[in-house]
Protein backbone atom coordinates (compact mmCIF):
# COMPACT_ATOMS: atom_id res chain seq x y z
CA UNK A 1 0.00 0.00 0.00
CA UNK A 2 1.35 3.31 -0.80
CA UNK A 3 2.98 5.21 2.37
CA UNK A 4 0.26 8.39 2.20
CA UNK A 5 -2.19 5.69 2.11
CA UNK A 6 -1.24 4.24 4.61
CA UNK A 7 -0.76 7.02 6.71
CA UNK A 8 -4.75 8.12 5.87
CA UNK A 9 -5.90 4.48 6.74
CA UNK A 10 -3.90 4.98 10.05
CA UNK A 11 -5.07 8.39 10.35
CA UNK A 12 -9.22 7.41 10.07
CA UNK A 13 -8.61 4.08 12.83
CA UNK A 14 -7.31 6.04 15.44
CA UNK A 15 -9.91 9.43 14.25
CA UNK A 16 -12.87 6.38 14.31
CA UNK A 17 -11.17 4.82 17.61
CA UNK A 18 -11.23 7.27 19.99
CA UNK A 19 -12.57 10.08 21.08
CA UNK A 20 -11.38 12.68 18.55
CA UNK A 21 -13.42 15.58 16.78
CA UNK A 22 -14.38 15.08 13.31
CA UNK A 23 -12.18 18.34 13.05
CA UNK A 24 -9.27 16.77 14.14
CA UNK A 25 -9.74 13.52 11.92
CA UNK A 26 -10.03 16.25 8.78
CA UNK A 27 -7.21 18.29 9.69
CA UNK A 28 -4.74 15.40 10.14
CA UNK A 29 -5.85 14.08 6.46
CA UNK A 30 -5.55 17.33 5.24
CA UNK A 31 -1.85 17.70 6.71
CA UNK A 32 -0.92 14.06 5.40
CA UNK A 33 -2.23 14.67 1.53
CA UNK A 34 -0.36 17.93 1.69
CA UNK A 35 -2.99 19.77 -0.18
CA UNK A 36 -1.50 22.99 -1.20
CA UNK A 37 -3.41 26.41 -1.80
CA UNK A 38 -4.13 26.29 -5.41
CA UNK A 39 -6.98 28.85 -5.07
CA UNK A 40 -6.00 32.73 -5.48
CA UNK A 41 -7.42 35.61 -3.94
CA UNK A 42 -10.10 36.73 -6.41
CA UNK A 43 -10.46 33.15 -6.97
CA UNK A 44 -12.10 32.70 -3.66
CA UNK A 45 -13.96 35.64 -3.52
CA UNK A 46 -15.77 35.08 -7.10
CA UNK A 47 -16.42 31.41 -5.01
CA UNK A 48 -17.84 32.81 -1.75
CA UNK A 49 -20.01 35.12 -4.00
CA UNK A 50 -21.30 32.28 -6.37
CA UNK A 51 -21.95 29.93 -2.78
CA UNK A 52 -24.08 32.89 -1.33
CA UNK A 53 -25.90 33.01 -4.62
CA UNK A 54 -26.40 29.24 -5.08
CA UNK A 55 -27.14 28.79 -1.22
CA UNK A 56 -29.59 31.88 -1.44
CA UNK A 57 -31.38 29.92 -4.66
CA UNK A 58 -31.32 26.66 -3.02
CA UNK A 59 -32.81 27.77 0.22
CA UNK A 60 -35.50 30.15 -0.64
CA UNK A 61 -36.70 29.95 -4.19
CA UNK A 62 -36.43 25.91 -5.20
CA UNK A 63 -36.49 24.91 -1.69
CA UNK A 64 -37.59 21.44 -1.11
CA UNK A 65 -36.80 20.10 -4.57
CA UNK A 66 -34.30 18.30 -6.17
CA UNK A 67 -32.78 21.79 -7.47
CA UNK A 68 -32.45 23.48 -4.54
CA UNK A 69 -30.77 20.37 -3.30
CA UNK A 70 -28.34 20.66 -5.76
CA UNK A 71 -28.03 24.39 -5.51
CA UNK A 72 -27.05 24.05 -1.70
CA UNK A 73 -24.55 21.23 -2.49
CA UNK A 74 -23.01 23.18 -5.14
CA UNK A 75 -23.06 26.16 -2.99
CA UNK A 76 -21.51 24.32 0.00
CA UNK A 77 -18.75 22.71 -2.39
CA UNK A 78 -17.33 26.59 -3.57
CA UNK A 79 -17.69 27.54 -0.14
CA UNK A 80 -15.27 24.93 1.19
CA UNK A 81 -12.88 25.17 -1.66
CA UNK A 82 -12.93 28.97 -0.88
CA UNK A 83 -12.40 28.50 2.74
CA UNK A 84 -10.01 26.32 2.31
CA UNK A 85 -8.12 27.62 -1.18
CA UNK A 86 -7.81 24.19 -2.56
CA UNK A 87 -9.71 22.65 -5.83
CA UNK A 88 -9.77 19.05 -6.35
CA UNK A 89 -10.79 19.79 -9.95
CA UNK A 90 -7.96 22.41 -10.11
CA UNK A 91 -5.19 20.47 -9.48
CA UNK A 92 -6.26 17.28 -11.57
CA UNK A 93 -6.56 20.18 -14.52
CA UNK A 94 -3.19 21.52 -13.46
CA UNK A 95 -4.64 24.91 -12.77
CA UNK A 96 -3.74 27.47 -10.33
CA UNK A 97 -4.71 30.80 -9.35
CA UNK A 98 -2.99 31.31 -6.60
CA UNK A 99 0.34 33.07 -6.67
CA UNK A 100 3.51 30.77 -5.44
CA UNK A 101 6.62 32.45 -4.19
CA UNK A 102 8.41 32.29 -7.30
CA UNK A 103 5.92 34.41 -9.29
CA UNK A 104 6.33 37.28 -6.65
Not at 30 to 59: C, H, Q, W
Not at 66 to 75: K, N, P, R, T
Request: hydrophobic share 50%; with cysteine.
Amino acid sequence: MNVKLQKIAITLRVASCSRATPVFAIRSILEISAMKTNVGSIDRLIRLLLASALFYLGLFHYSGSALGIGLVVAGGVLMVTALVGFCGLYRLLGIQTSQTNEQL
